[in-house]
T-cell receptor, first 115, second 109 residues
Framework: DADVTQTPRNRITKTGKRIMLECSQT?????MYWYRQDPGLGLRLIYY???????NKGEISDGYSVSRQAQAKFSLSLESAIPNQTALYFC??????????????FGPGTRLTVL | QKEVEQNSGPLSVPEGAIASLNCTYS??????FFWYRQYSGKSPELIMF????GDKEDGRFTAQLNKASQYVSLLIRDSQPSDSATYLC?????????FGKGTRLHILP
């Protein structure tokens, strides 16, 4: 089984709809992240969490919210989806103890299309 | 100036040759540097990281770091068609990883 899973893998929704993307991990890592990837813009950090009680905004948090339900689960919500949120979304984890050698382990991604 | 800059490519290299991928960074506080490989439609995966000046070798891959010039590179020896992918350079600073936009590498059979 994959260490980092994301659901759904693909989603098409309409403008104004609320949508939740879910991430689960079995790696036992404390740190979890949400990124979006757009052609030509690379990976951009949306939110990150170092433990269940620690949530931090990333580079592009506007229009998004997150919930860290447990060490293993980190969800990303779009309260009112808009077309420019169409992108590939990745969840990632890393091991708190590794510091500056902090390898990111990515999930398979969720392709979101907002019409 | 972007924090991590890479040439977007595509960089075309003949099979068996050395592919050289380059990255510059703006923040001297960056502590360590990573190279990730991403195949089309797939998630990024770590190739290697480096945090000391000089070279670090792992199989066909060599990472080079020059902190004075704020420059990091990845060399791929004996390039194979399976090396065709986008390579993402990233830096670690303030508990976050900052990614460049990536360089597309195409290995010509």
């Amino acid at each position: 089984d994959a260490d980092v899973t994301q659901t759904p893998r693909n989603r098409i929704t309409k403008t104004g709809k609320r949508i939740m993307l879910e991430c689960s991990q079995t790696k036992g890592h404390d740190r979890m992240y949400w990124y979006r990837q757009d052609p030509g813009l690379g990976l951009r950090l949306i939110y990150y969490s170092f433990d269940v009680k620690d949530i931090n905004k990333g580079e592009i948090s506007d229009g998004y919210s997150v919930s860290r339900q447990a060490q293993a689960k980190f969800s990303l919500s779009l309260e009112s989806a808009i077309p420019n949120q169409t992108a590939l979304y990745f969840c990632a984890t890393s091991d708190l103890g590794r510091g500056y050698t902090d390898t990111q382990y990515f999930g398979p991604g969720t392709r979101l299309t907002v019409l | 100036q972007k924090e991590v800059e890479q040439n977007s490519g595509p960089l075309s290299v003949p099979e068996g040759a050395i592919a050289s991928l380059n990255c510059t960074y703006s923040d001297r506080g960056s502590q360590s540097f990573f190279w990730y490989r991403q195949y089309s439609g797939k998630s990024p995966e770590l190739i290697m990281f480096i945090y000391s000046n000089g070279d670090k070798e792992d199989g066909r891959f060599t990472a080079q770091l020059n902190k004075a010039s704020q420059y990091v590179s990845l060399l791929i020896r004996d390039s194979q068609p399976s090396d065709s992918a986008t390579y993402l350079c990233a830096t670690y600073r303030d508990d976050k990883i900052i990614f460049g936009k990536g360089t597309r590498l195409h290995i010509l059979p």
